[in-house]
């Protein structure tokens, strides 16, 4: 008798039978699972409870933790800069949220660019490629100094002068070239015969692009997508090199006007009160179309 499964006891099941019930022996298995699944999260609940213990127990035995509690864990300075602190960044949300908007457009162009096989367009794959390799082997911080100072000296007519402006277009430069090779990446995984039967129902090239193919393009790469804007989300912290007065740069002049680094913690705690959502968000995603993929392909 062949071995079967509850899942697919109950596929075989008439919906309609109300009088369906798993076996006996069917039943035990399932306690069973169950029993070793309780078993597993308290082994690992408290593996992990000794661990953190045994960190926390190394950290306050050892010589200097009296220092490194007066210079980075202070609550009275703690309270006293977090404010201006949380009114710094502020100004991360803000580069955070235009430069994420000009990348998914921007980067959206590239990757459309990348796919197209038009030879009239030819030069502006060329330029597109070239773009790409340039920007992703550029460091993030670098290119932060390169168009902050560098744009300025260029003195053209119209050229922003607001540092934190600067540092949005640096971020938006950078991060367009991975965002459009992801974006690439996802439309290339699209199968063709979903373009040929969208043509052969009598949809545009057009229609077909926005309703069949981006659609499809952005669930398959949401995950690594998330994954670049949480990157981008920390990475405004590097426009503190241009003199922006957001958290980081906030945190910095807090911390040389008595010595005391407990400002970096609060800074550290807002960036990650808003990251740690985000990669749980991303993982989840990223589990989803896991399953999504293995239901494929058992079908």
């Not at 119209?158 to 996802?186: D, F, H, K, M």
């Amino acid at each position: 008798m062949k071995h079967e499964t509850t899942a697919e006891l109950n596929q075989q099941a008439n919906p309609q039978d109300e009088q369906y019930r798993p076996s006996e022996r069917q039943r035990e298995r399932e306690r069973f699972r169950r029993a070793r699944q309780r078993r597993n999260r308290w082994i690992a609940t408290l593996c992990t409870l000794v661990s953190l213990v045994a960190v926390a127990a190394t950290v306050v035995a050892s010589p200097g933790w009296d220092r490194l509690h007066s210079r980075f864990l202070d609550g009275a300075e703690f309270r006293k800069t977090f404010p201006a602190i949380l009114d710094g960044f502020w100004l991360n949300v803000q580069m955070f949220l235009i430069a994420e908007v000009l990348i998914l457009v921007l980067g959206l162009l590239i990757a459309l660019v990348r796919v197209t096989r038009a030879p009239g367009l030819q030069p502006l794959r060329l330029a597109a490629t070239l773009y790409v390799d340039v920007f992703r082997g550029v460091p993030t911080l670098l290119l932060v100094f390169l168009v902050g100072f560098g744009l300025p000296a260029l003195q053209l007519q119209g050229t922003p002068s607001q540092p934190w402006l600067l540092g949005v277009i640096a971020l938006v430069l950078s991060y367009t070239a991975y965002v459009g090779e992801v974006l690439r990446a996802g439309l290339n995984s699209v199968h063709p015969a979903q373009r040929n039967a969208a043509r052969a129902l009598g949809l545009s090239e057009s229609q077909t692009l926005r309703r069949v193919i981006l659609p499809q393009a952005v669930r398959n790469v949401l995950p690594p997508l998330l994954n670049d804007f949480i990157a981008l989300q920390k990475d405004t912290a590097l426009v503190a090199v241009l003199g922006p007065l957001e958290a980081l740069r906030v945190a910095q002049i807090k911390a040389n006007y008595d010595f005391n680094y407990t400002p970096y913690l609060g800074a550290a705690a807002l960036f990650i009160a808003v990251t740690i959502p985000l990669t749980r968000y991303a993982d989840r995603l990223q589990r989803r179309a896991a399953q999504r993929t293995w239901a494929e392909a058992g079908q």
